[in-house]
Antibody
């Protein structure tokens, strides 16, 4: 059974940093792209960024709203994807989800999702 | 990148069919066959219902189908059931090598 579990969320002050983790089980983690999404309270879904598999050079792409502040990385030996969030703003307050992509990330086949972790940016 | 345009709400009676539209541009929906649809119940994680315009993941009911014409993609739910009441979002790969979501549609089963 495929499982994705996010952790690391919580309350953080504006301007500070936070790192989220997404621990995967039940899949050959290194074969797949991984992506992060978020959903602000009462709002729609927003794509945050992705990291491709090592086969596709571990390439990363980010939404304009987080580019330069957020970084996605992966540890294939441990089956974990990370979202490093720096210079956090109040607008970053959201539930953050990780998701497993297809082998070709552009297909948009994000077929397994974690339960989400809440990040609240407030003073 | 602007969000894809979806109707805010769609409703139907049990057993009926409904269609949700998702309008983008030639830089996203119209340019690629990489449109996905997600179902989200309140307080739950999204669930992939359709990928690559019209493909269903295993386990998804064949009452859900997807299509695309030009810059507009569509999700059709046939034989509407109470459990289909949820929010639905489309998503597309874009020419900027990013993804964009739709504005979301609340489906109500009357």
């Amino acid at each position: 059974e495929v499982q994705l579990v996010e952790s690391g969320g919580g309350l953080v002050q504006p301007g500070r940093s936070l790192r989220l983790s997404c621990t995967a089980s039940g899949i050959t983690f290194g074969d797949y792209a991984m992506s992060w999404f978020r959903q602000a309270p009462g709002k729609g879904l927003e794509w945050v960024g992705f990291i491709t598999s090592k086969f596709y050079r571990g390439t990363t792409e980010y939404a304009a709203s987080v580019k330069g502040r957020f970084t996605i990385s992966r540890d294939d030996s441990r089956g974990i994807a990370y979202l490093q969030m720096n210079s956090l703003k109040t607008d970053d307050t959201a539930v953050y989800y990780c998701s497993k992509g297809g082998q070709l990330v552009r297909s948009g086949r994000f077929d397994y999702w974690g339960q989400g972790t809440l990040v609240t940016v407030s003073s | 990148q602007s969000a894809l345009t979806q109707p805010a709400s769609v409703s139907g009676s049990p057993g009926q069919s409904i269609t949700i539209s998702c309008t983008g541009t030639s830089s996203d929906v119209g340019g690629y066959n990489y449109v996905s649809w997600y179902q989200q119940h309140p307080g739950k994680a999204p669930k992939l219902m359709i990928y690559e315009v019209s493909n269903r993941p295993s386990g998804v009911s064949n009452r859900f189908s997807g299509s695309k014409s030009g810059n507009t993609a569509s999700l059709t739910i046939s034989g509407l059931q109470a459990e289909d009441e949820a929010d639905y979002y489309c998503s597309s790969f874009t020419s900027s090598t990013t993804f964009v979501f739709g504005t979301g549609t609340k489906v109500t089963v009357l």
